[in-house]
């Protein structure tokens, strides 16, 4: 087991609950689409999970360790087993598509030597070879996301998080990136993944947990093992 969140409520300093009462297991290695309107409490999940916020009740478990209780010094190590992919990529302009790979490990203290042999490896991941020196302006949306998604994937996570990660692409586009994703995670990364997109949704047969007015209101993975009880 990876992440268990339980009875994990969140309540706003203005009154609103984004969450209610949630209670969710996630296995290593599973593809999770986290889907809702706006305002159902995804965003609110995501920041949870990544110890941006602390649950107004509940706990949350990682690697059996809650991350509610740790200590602040402990934070970012527990961050660095988890990747964000954000959908308007939030790439550092002046800085070159390996610069802002190496960027994600910097910020970690990793070894020089660490960086110069992971940062080609996951630029070659992404399909990405031969844009090392490219600035982000010169890149399409695609492409600005396949390097958002190789800084991602930098310090080698657990857990990739994509928050709306094909928001601003279009069809075609977005299949790709669809694609890699999948491809990470049958390298054995944990993906979850909060869209709108149900058409992207629907194709994939993965695991869907539904949102509404910060409520699990159906969990896809729940349903197959009740069916096969």
């Known amino acids: 087991m990876l992440i268990q969140f339980y009875n994990v409520s969140k309540i706003y300093p203005n009154g609103v609950k984004a969450l ?3 209670s969710l297991k996630i296995d290593r290695g599973e593809f999770i689409f986290l889907m809702g309107a706006s305002g159902a409490g995804k ?3 995501v920041k949870l999970l990544f110890r941006e916020e602390l649950p107004s009740r509940g706990q949350i478990f990682m690697n059996s360790r809650s991350i509610v209780r740790m200590k602040r010094s402990e934070i970012p190590k527990m961050r660095r087993n988890i990747g964000v992919v954000f959908q308007d990529f939030k790439l550092l302009e002046n800085k070159t598509v390996a610069e802002n790979v190496a960027f994600a490990m910097e910020v970690v203290g990793a070894p020089l030597r660490s960086i110069q042999k992971r940062v080609p490896q ?4 992404v399909g ?3 844009y090392e020196h490219t600035f982000p302006g010169q890149l399409s949306g695609g492409e600005q996301q396949r390097v958002g998604i190789a800084r991602a994937l930098a310090n080698e996570p657990l857990m990739l998080i994509a ?3 094909t928001g601003n692409l279009d069809m075609d586009t977005s299949l790709e990136i ?6 990470i ?3 054995g990364t944990t993906v979850i993944m909060a869209t709108h997109a149900q058409q992207l949704v629907k194709s994939a047969h993965k695991r869907v947990v539904m949102l509404e007015k910060g ?3 159906s969990d896809s993975q729940v349903q197959f093992e009740e069916q096969q009880i």
């Not at 996951?122 to 991941?125: G, L, R």
């Open 163 to 165: 928050d709306e990660p």
């Open 128 to 130: 990405l070879e031969g």
């Open 185 to 187: 995670n049958r390298k």
């Open 215 to 217: 409520k699990i209101v």
């Open 43 to 45: 965003s609110s999940f």
């Open 20 to 22: 209610d009462d949630i």
């Open 178 to 183: 669809m694609e890699l994703l999948y491809d």
């Open 122 to 125: 996951v630029i070659k991941q």
